[in-house]
């Protein structure tokens, strides 16, 4: 699995709208959550989802800050920033 995660992010890595919103993250945990955002988008797996779900976990505040100023116009935002405000933020 590890390295369709590396070719995975090595393709997505060659836009640099992508590469720039992975190289900014405030962690190496937000990074994995890209990567795996990167992963589900390709291949939409139970198994991708839940390491998804089980790295988000793992965010904080930061985190969530940088993934919601990236989401753009998409359902998520909500979601973010629902976490955002449950960690203090605004």
């Not at 390491?51 to 998409?74: F, I, M, P, V």
């Amino acid at each position: 699995m590890k390295e369709k995660y590396e070719e995975t992010l090595r393709e997505w890595l060659k836009n640099p709208h992508w590469r720039e919103y992975y190289e900014k993250a405030p962690s190496e945990k937000c990074r994995d959550v890209i990567m795996l955002e990167f992963l589900y988008s390709e291949e939409e797996t139970e198994e991708v989802e839940e390491a998804l779900s089980a790295a988000e976990k793992e965010l904080g505040l930061q985190d969530w800050q940088h993934l919601y100023r990236w989401c753009g116009n998409s359902p998520e935002k909500k979601r973010i920033h629902d976490r955002i405000v449950a960690l203090g933020g605004e």
